[in-house]
């Protein structure tokens, strides 16, 4: 009997994800991968299998990925200092290098390669490939309550000036699962370093995705301590003025909220160290992290 009563609480759970099943297959959805998912093996391992999964059922995920920490190691052994603000990298030539060798020539693969093994068809590109992404140059805008807009000069650090999504809607009908490393080119032909919650929220919008999940090693969005979901334009707005979000957490609610304008439905910050967080999201009622719609 017992055994009989965990076999019908399995299929209950197969049950529950069979509308969402229905409700997104054929959709596209945009993961933002990074954090601590990239780093330890049972998160790596649950994450891949997560992407051949949304591929088996008829959903089309789309990888942009980070690389913050393995940049920051190759950085450190090469005596080359690191600098944040507002949550992006100051990045001059030396450091552009490193990090496109990073992001692109290892980080890239190794995704890749984890989800092939799984049984999927995984190709990694970066913006630079097929005119996916052009960038330019661009100063890091801070809003704080109470004082002026302040601009700050972070070097080779791009904004997305157009996303040509052809590229990706190719690789979709063959099959194919895009990782994407957030590096593009500017109209000089210079590599420019894209936040890569931003980059996927550009993606995102550029495919008209159903839905831009991000993954972080936080529940969501705290504030006060207390997960915050349900949001909109206005709440984040008021809360990033009040410094109540700040740091790095600005560009992943900038870019939902930018994705949102460009005609994704919903958009998602969840916790990357919750193994099968991204199934949870889209596959249960309840769901996980924090919404922003």
Do not use: W
């Amino acid at each position: 009997m017992f055994l009989m009563e965990k076999l019908l609480e399995r299929v209950s759970h197969i049950l529950e994800a069979l509308p969402y099943i229905t409700k997104y297959s054929g959709k596209t959805v945009v993961i933002k991968y990074g954090g601590a998912a990239m780093a330890k093996a049972d998160l790596k391992d649950s994450f891949a299998k997560d992407i051949v999964l949304l591929k088996y059922v008829g959903i089309h995920p789309v990888i942009v990925h980070g690389g913050g920490p393995e940049i920051n190691r190759l950085l450190e052994s090469l005596k080359i200092p690191t600098e944040f603000v507002h949550g992006h990298r100051v990045t001059d030539a030396q450091t552009m290098d490193v990090v496109e060798m990073v992001l692109t020539g290892k980080v890239n693969k190794q995704i890749v390669s984890m989800i092939n093994a799984q049984g999927g068809k995984a190709v990694g590109i970066s913006g630079k490939d097929g005119n996916l992404a052009k960038a330019k140059k661009t100063p890091v805008e801070i809003e704080l309550e109470g004082k002026e807009i302040q601009f700050f000069d972070v070097g080779l650090v791009g904004k997305i000036e157009s996303i040509n999504p052809e590229i990706l809607f190719n690789l979709q009908k063959e099959g194919f699962i895009p990782v994407i490393s957030p590096v593009a080119e500017s109209p000089e032909g210079e590599s420019l370093n894209i936040n890569a919650d931003t980059f996927a929220g550009e993606i995102a919008g550029a495919l008209k995705a159903e839905k831009l999940i991000l993954l972080t090693d936080t529940e969501g969005i705290l504030i006060d301590g207390k997960l915050a979901t349900g949001l909109n334009r206005g709440k984040v707005k008021d809360y990033i003025r009040k410094g109540q979000i700040s740091g790095g957490m600005i560009p992943k609610v900038e870019c939902c909220l930018t994705a949102i304008d460009q005609g994704v439905r919903r958009t998602h910050i969840i916790d990357g160290r919750v193994p099968h967080s991204i199934l949870i999201e889209i596959f249960t009622d309840q769901g996980i992290g924090s919404l922003i719609e």
